[in-house]
């Protein structure tokens, strides 16, 4: 639902202000048959430096892909 989305996206920024070095851009978080995927844009303060991260949580294999 749109409330867990919220809920996720809000706990993910607040685990990544957590550090100073890093700012977070963008989180979206997606659904599919299994489980979901959270796509998440950093950047590295210290270096200017931006990464798109990818990671999937699949509900029947219970592991972060």
């Known amino acids: 639902t749109q409330e867990i ?5 809000q706990d993910i920024s607040e685990i990544a202000n ?3 070095r890093v700012q977070v851009d963008s989180v ?3 659904t599919y048959d299994n489980g ?6 950093l950047t590295y303060l210290t270096y200017s430096i931006s990464e798109q991260l990818q990671v999937r949580f ?3 294999t219970g592991i972060a892909l």
């Open 28 to 30: 979206t978080v997606d």
């Open 5 to 9: 989305r919220e809920l996720i996206i």
């Open 36 to 41: 979901i995927q959270i796509d998440l844009r």
């Open 58 to 60: 699949d509900r029947d």
């Open 18 to 20: 957590y550090d100073p």
